[in-house]
């Protein structure tokens, strides 16, 4: 006997965010993950009891099937659809709850925040932050001033968009950056009128050379801690699903096995784009493309939780970098 559960919500002000209806409902009833009814409770109930009636006697392939229906209370409480992230990236997402926030803040109030941050940190190969924006400097941004303050182990500042970084002396050496690295198309690695390095990567200089340095220093377990931050924040906030926007190898893997892990499903559903960097030849590129396609038909027997739905493509950047 296969029985499965129906939530009958009653006592509620329900928001259906159906279009031309600015109604509350007392009433809804969930079965399958679809919303069977919304409305007042008499007609709630003879439609919970209208679906325990047709499951009950179901026979399928020599099972009987039943549908147990489970009362929730509201209590008078507004139930409101929940929300959809259009565009994230959720293992570099959730590693920033572990990163410096320095949003907002002066070149003077981030030399003082960084030794702080360091001292909190005091056994890390490398210093991550994120949150910077150039504009909010009252100097223009240079390594040196980074320098000045941590000047022996990489340090690396995300910009706001995630499509660029500033970075110390340490952490260009660590990315095996000077004068002479040519940079990616379609990125820049930023010099002084003289021709020194500043410390600022764009674009694919930044998403080429420093994700992938990044990407070496996680495992799998770094990368299913950042997926389960990220999806208990989205939870908090009532966000169910997400899209996305720049799948890696590293990250699917480590989202397949917290697929396995929760019992074939995901804390929220996810719809990926895979990445499609412009590096390399034609045909590299091409088969890039194949990957995301394969990847689509194969995820399919893990939907809706985890899929690929399409390819992510860097083109000529954002505005803010």
Known sequence: MTITTAKLFVNGKIFTSKKGDDGLYRS?????????????????TKAAQDVSQSFRFCVCADMQSGVEVEHLDLGGKVMLPAFLDGH??????????????????????????LPKFRDANP??????????????????????????????IPLFIDTSSIHGCWVNSAGLKAIGVDENTECPEGGEIVKDKDGRLTGFLH???????????????????????AIERMCEAYLAAGTVGAVEMALFPEDLTALEECYKRNGGRLPIRLACHWLVSPDGTEEERLNRVRQAEGH?????????????????ILGDGIVDT
């Not at 572990?98 to 030399?111: C, H, P, W, Y």
């Not at 056994?123 to 980074?146: I, P, T």
């Not at 674009?203 to 801690?225: C, K, Q, S």
């Not at 027997?301 to 899929?307: G, T």
């Open 296 to 312: 689509k038909m194969r995820l399919k027997a893990m939907e809706p939780w985890l899929k690929v739905v399409g390819i992510k």
């Open 123 to 152: 056994d890390a190969k490398v210093l991550l932050c994120k949150g910077f924006r150039a504009n909010e400097l009252d100097v223009e941004a240079d390594r040196k001033y980074l320098d000045e303050i941590i000047p022996d």
């Open 28 to 44: 809804m009833l969930v079965h399958d993950g679809k919303v069977l009814y919304v409305g007042d409770e008499k007609g709630a």
């Open 88 to 113: 994230t990236h959720l293992v570099i997402t959730g590693m920033g709850f572990t990163k410096l926030d320095v949003r907002g803040m002066s070149l003077a109030e981030i030399q003082v925040a």
């Open 203 to 225: 674009e694919t200089a930044f998403h080429n050379i420093v994700w992938p340095y990044l990407g070496r220093t996680l495992d799998i377990e770094d990368r299913i801690m």
